[in-house]
């Protein structure tokens, strides 16, 4: 039986730090407490350090067919990143194409993730063809441990549902024990914005973000509430961006209605100011919904420690400025809509928002690990250190920093949004059910590690 035992650290969960040692006996937490002895084959000194559960990841796009091109990072690479960066869990989103059957794509998502993963991993499915029977595979898929389905308000012709739509798949997920993950921006109406826009000759980066206006999301996100009152369904609100959609989340979360929701990494560090930079560079940053000003990034933070959103992802959805984000230079509605984060959002979240005061160490934990793991079906198996949970497990050096740079990282981009940032707190060591898969950035894992995750119903 491998055996570690984790010395004199801080383990930190999400509701308590305090000293103690961490045992670990074949992948999983054996037992945490003062001054443990036992006779471990490895012994890790972790004075100094915090102990936290491994990141758990609950958006990213890997190998994703989007916009006339795929997403640069497949499982093998992404998940590597996703290591070095302290997530050791990732729910994947699996984007049905038209024509494609539910099951299909399934099964298309598991081949390209055996046996490359290098973390552990689920599916969510992206329906975005409701074809004869498609309400009755959603339910199979269910009984294979994929419990959320994404839905799109968004992208009419590629991977928009309409409200009737939409209300049929709540309905389906209400009866089966799912939630449904809803992209929610008013699509229709940004489509014709964003047509005046380049009628008008206005097709660089930054009107990507002018054809997105926060109410475009808002109004999204209320008609959306209001669709699974009716259809009686748990739902998740993904990558919200604005003050006003945070706030309608918590109201219906004050009326005991199932409504959670994340923001994004990058809605809380980074603002619209880089649409503007010159050279067709602001391209690295459209992604749906856009960067917003500064009044709603305070707003994310202030919601993220009142728990209305629970979660902080990635959205981790790559792909390369040459080649693919000049897909668009004459056109802003074709730049390949995402941005990278995967590797960045652990590091980022304790430097921006522990060590700056707007969060404490606790509610890190508990919004990039715990809640994402109980939100999806994951916890206590992952997204805690608790005995008999995976040892996943990262070790942080709080007196140590984090540069960010293209250059070092690892995930398949050619530039990260962060460029240059240098920011407090270094992930030193990164464990996957006990098995070390990162030291200080870089990759010592093994592509095939990664195991699927079948996950609960709610
Ligand atoms: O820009 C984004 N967010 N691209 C990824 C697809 C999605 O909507 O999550
Ligand atoms: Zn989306
Ligand atoms: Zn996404």
Wanted: glycine letters at 10%.
């Amino acid at each position: 039986m491998a055996s570690t035992l984790f010395s004199g650290g801080t383990v930190v969960t999400s509701d308590a730090s305090f000293a103690a040692d961490l045992l670990v006996v074949d992948g999983r937490v054996a037992a945490i407490g003062s001054a443990l002895s036992a006779d471990a084959d490895e012994r890790v000194d972790c004075n100094g350090r915090l102990l936290v559960p491994g990141g758990v990841d609950v958006h990213t796009h890997l190998d994703a067919p989007m916009m006339g091109t795929t997403t640069s990072d497949d499982f093998e690479s992404g998940t590597r990143a996703a290591a070095c960066g302290g997530t050791t869990t990732i729910v994947d989103f699996a984007l049905q194409v038209k024509g494609q059957r539910i099951p299909e794509t399934l099964a298309l998502y598991h081949e390209k993730a055996a046996g490359r993963a290098a973390v552990d991993y689920g599916f969510h499915i992206a329906v975005t063809d409701l074809y004869d029977g498609a309400i009755a595979d959603l339910g199979g898929v269910v009984d294979d441990g994929v419990t959320s389905f994404k839905i799109f308000m968004a992208y009419r012709g590629m991977m928009m549902l309409d409200d009737g739509e939409m209300f049929e798949v709540m309905r389906e997920a209400g009866r089966r024990g799912a939630q449904v993950c809803i992209h929610a921006e008013n699509g229709d109406v940004i489509d014709r914005v964003a047509a005046d826009l380049v009628a008008q000759d206005k097709t660089e980066p930054r009107y990507h973000a002018v054809s997105r206006p926060p109410s475009t999301e808002v109004e999204a996100v209320r008609r959306a509430i209001q669709i699974s009152r009716i259809a009686d369904a748990p739902i998740y609100f993904v990558h919200l961006s604005v003050a006003g959609s945070a706030e309608a989340v918590a109201a219906a979360r004050a009326e005991d209605w199932p409504v959670s929701a994340e923001t994004c990494t990058h809605y809380l560090t980074l603002g619209p100011e880089l649409y503007d930079r010159p050279d067709f560079e602001g391209a690295k940053v459209v992604l749906t919904p856009p960067l917003r000003e500064p009044e709603h990034r305070e707003a994310l933070w202030k919601s993220l420690r009142t728990g209305a959103l629970g979660v902080v992802s990635s959205d981790h959805c790559p792909f390369c400025f040459r080649d693919q984000k000049e897909l668009g230079r004459d056109d802003f509605r074709r730049i390949p809509n995402g941005g990278p984060g995967v590797e960045h959002r652990m590091p980022l979240m304790y430097g921006e928002g522990v060590r700056t005061g707007r969060l404490s160490v606790e509610q890190y934990v508990n919004l990039t690990a715990t809640t994402p793991a109980k939100s999806f079906g994951l916890f206590p198996r992952k997204g805690a250190l608790t005995v008999g949970s995976d040892a996943d497990v990262v070790v942080l050096d709080p007196s140590g920093t984090t540069t960010i740079s293209a250059d070092t990282q690892v995930q398949r981009i050619d530039y990260t949004p962060w460029e240059g940032w240098t920011t407090p707190g270094r992930i030193e060591r990164v464990y996957s059910r006990g098995r070390l898969v990162s030291r200080d950035g870089s990759f010592v894992g093994n592509a095939g590690h990664g195991r699927y995750l079948a996950r609960s119903r709610l």
